[in-house]
Every structure is written in structure tokens, then in C-alpha cells.
């Protein structure tokens, strides 16, 4: 196998009809030059340069070879370029794996604006409630919620989560506001069915827990199924914030109960593998995501 080095310190040799001269403007020994050239042509087993005291010459061999090397070294320069383009500005296909909920209710909408930002990336959005393997699956990045962030990767916090209860103005027009949470028995009340207590939902007063019963005219294992319902006006829905986070912010769901509010216990963290130099593509977009839920 040659070595692109040697190949270029060879061509720098032609270049300047000179082993001194290749090795000042290489900023290399004189010995280092000669020992290169040398083991060229070991490698080929033919004398690439006629040598004497006064002049220096490229053999038949060596002419053919130079030809050959400079097409090596301006191969090697626009790969060179072409790879570190990707670590002077984000470009290139971005893989990002995301909860169905976040995706659907945080995620989303703000891709748009991030990609119009960077039109040399490619997004693809995974959204899907498996635990990927960012190495094994391909991934640049995988957004998760969770208390602890899994060790081998590094972890940057988004949001803390809060479960919070919204519903429309169409509904809360209709059927008031609740002011406590007692007040859900008046309720109908939008179930997830396979969350902890599906027929209760917690609250906190005075720093105590306070769980109440709830029911209502639909259940659904889709919190996208459930966001909806409570945007059509059908009842109260009980959820982490970033399922229906735009659209409290569009003005479409409005929160009720706030000062009941749970505590956070878990938070959404971007993780991605470790590495000396972290891609712009996904530097940005970590900083995007962070930026974004940084703002009310």
C-alpha cells in the first residue's frame, strides 16, 4: 500500500528538482525526503529518479509514477475537502429518533423553521417509543425521557416535564372551568388507559398528593388520538406538557388546574454517542431543541 505522504513528498521533489529544496518547503528534514523517495521505490521496485551531483531527473518509471501521483493527491484533496465541510457547517442526513408524543406534539412543528435555517440537512425523524441503539441502528440522535440517562452516552438536558391538565375553549365555554380537582367528577375526562392509575389522576396540594377519580366518554392508548379529542372540544385531557405543547402555545388547549400541578420526576434529554468531534449538524440541532424550550 502506498503511502500518500511519501507520494506527496515525492511529487514536491519533481516539483522543485530538489531534495533540499522539497524539504524546506516541506518544513521536514533533508533525511526524511531522501528516505521517503527511497522506500517509493523499494515499494515499486524500480528507480524513480536519475540522481547525480548537479541534476536530477525523473526515470521512464518515475514519469509514469509522478503522473499517476498527482492524480492520487488531487483525489485525496477533494476528499479531504469534501469531509471537512461536514465538520465546518451542518450538512448531510440527520437521524433522530423521538417518543411518538413529543414528535407529534413538540417535535414537529418545529422542524420547519430548523431546516429552513440549515438547508444542507437532511432530517429523518424516527418517531417511535423504542429504545434504539444509536451505534447498531444507524442514529445521530435520540431524544428520551427519563430520571436517569443511560451510561455510554452523553446526555443534554431539554425540559423537565410536567403532566398537566388542558382542554379547549369550546369545552370549558360549555362546561366551566375547573377550579380544584375534586371538580373533575363533573368532568368528562379524557383516559389513557395504560398509564399508572388510568382511572385516577394525581395532583398535588400542600405538598401531599392528591389523587382523584375521573371518567369519561373516551379512552385511547394514542395520546395523539386523546390530543385531538381534547382539541374538537370533548372533554379534559391529563398529559406531559410536550404531547400538547403547541398547542398551548397556539392558544388551541388552555391548562386548567395549574396550581395542582405534580412536580417534575423525569426530564427529555438528547442523547448521542460520544465523540471528540460532535458533527454541526447535530450540535445545532441540540442547541435548536434547547433554544426552543428555553422560551415560555
Known sequence: MLDLDAC????????????????????????????????LERQLGTRLLNRTTRHLSLSEAGSAFHAHCLQLIEIAQTAEAAVSQ?????????????PVAFANGSLAPLLPAFLERYPDV?????????????????YDLAI?????????????????????????????????????????AQHNCLIYPQAEGAGTWTFERDGRPLVVPVRGSFRSNSTEALRQAARLGLGVVYMRDYAVRQDLLDGNLHEVLADYAPPSRAELFALYLP??????????????????FDQP
Do not use: M, W
Request: glycine share 4%; net charge positive.
Open 144 to 184: 428520551r425521557l427519563t430520571a436517569r440517562p443511560p451510561e455510554g452516552l452523553v446526555a443534554r438536558p431539554l425540559h423537565r416535564i410536567r403532566r398537566l391538565a388542558c382542554a379547549a375553549d369550546v369545552y370549558l365555554q360549555r362546561r366551566g372551568i375547573p377550579l380544584k380537582p375534586e371538580d373533575l
Open 275 to 292: 465523540n471528540r468531534f460532535l458533527p454541526p449538524k447535530v450540535r445545532v440541532f441540540i442547541d435548536y431543541l434547547v433554544d426552543c
Open 122 to 138: 437532511q432530517l429523518e425523524l424516527d418517531a417511535s417509543d423504542r429504545q434504539v441503539d444509536l451505534a447498531e441502528d444507524g
Open 8 to 39: 506527496r513528498i515525492f511529487a514536491r521533489v519533481v516539483e522543485t528538482h530538489s531534495f533540499s529544496e522539497a524539504a524546506r518547503s516541506l518544513d521536514i528534514s533533508l533525511p526524511v525526503v531522501s528516505k521517503q523517495v527511497a522506500r
Open 86 to 98: 461536514f465538520h465546518l457547517s451542518p450538512r448531510g442526513q440527520l437521524r433522530v429518533s423521538a
